[in-house]
């Protein structure tokens, strides 16, 4: 069955620091990937997706479909990076799949 | 452009009874999608529209649970006689979609509906 899966409910890391949040999928077909992003009182809205390979706020993802990952990758954190991501997988009639959610807290 | 448009954003209601949300994506967009989101979870796709056309429900869309789509424009979610369980986030999403090639826009979502079922 199609699932995406990410293992951390909560990272919590001080500004600076680099930030790695973890996505892994599962998919028969060739897979479309995006991170999602919520931040506080805020509507999700798309942060990335890996068929464009750009660089968002410092953000990066690379889609390694050996260890079927998406892992969102910055090398230093801020403070307004705190919020919600998810990770999303996009089935062949469009609708997303999403993962639980990571919060992220980058502490001062 | 204002984005996807959702009304109510907060709809409390008693078990039983029948609630309606409304859903204004963006203008040029013919692909409208449904999800719903618990606490601690992420978006869970619920259907799905192109045009007007319904063209899949999850299996979570119970026989309670309607969506419409009449003019390819707005649509409405309904939830009849309203379940303890039916408490989430109800959120809408749109994008646009060229025939043949249905994986270049991603979705574009609202604030949501809050539901919450006493």
């Known amino acids: 069955a199609q699932r995406v899966t990410q293992p951390e409910k909560l990272l919590s890391v001080f500004k600076g620091a680099p930030v790695e949040l973890k996505c892994n999928y599962s998919?028969?077909?060739?897979?479309?990937l995006f991170w999602y992003v919520q931040y506080s009182r805020q509507r999700l809205q798309l942060l990335l997706r890996h068929i464009s390979r750009e660089s968002i706020k410092g953000f990066t993802a690379d889609l390694n479909k050996g260890e079927t990952s998406f892992h969102l990758k910055k090398p230093f954190a801020q403070e307004e990076d705190s919020a919600m991501y998810y990770c999303a997988l996009r089935e062949e009639g469009g609708k997303l799949i999403f993962g639980q959610g990571t919060e992220l807290s980058v502490k001062p | 452009d204002t984005g996807v448009s959702q009304n109510p954003r907060h709809k409390i209601t008693k078990r039983g009874q029948n609630v309606t949300f409304r859903c204004d994506p963006i203008?040029?967009?013919?692909?409208l999608y449904w999800y719903r989101q618990t606490l601690g979870q992420g978006p869970e796709f619920l259907t799905y529209?192109?045009?007007?056309?319904?063209?899949?429900k999850s299996r979570l869309l119970s026989d309670r649970f309607s969506a419409e789509r009449p003019k390819g424009s707005f649509s409405t979610l309904e939830i009849q006689r309203t379940e303890q369980g039916d408490s989430a986030m109800y959120l809408c999403?749109?994008?646009?979609?060229?025939?043949?090639?249905?994986?270049?826009?991603?979705?574009?979502f609202g604030d949501g509906t809050r539901l919450s079922i006493l």
């Open positions: 999403a749109s994008s646009f979609v060229r025939q043949g090639a249905d994986r270049n826009q991603p979705q574009h």
């Open positions: 529209f192109q045009n007007e056309a319904q063209l899949e």
């Open positions: 998919y028969s077909g060739s897979p479309e």
């Open positions: 203008s040029e967009h013919n692909r």
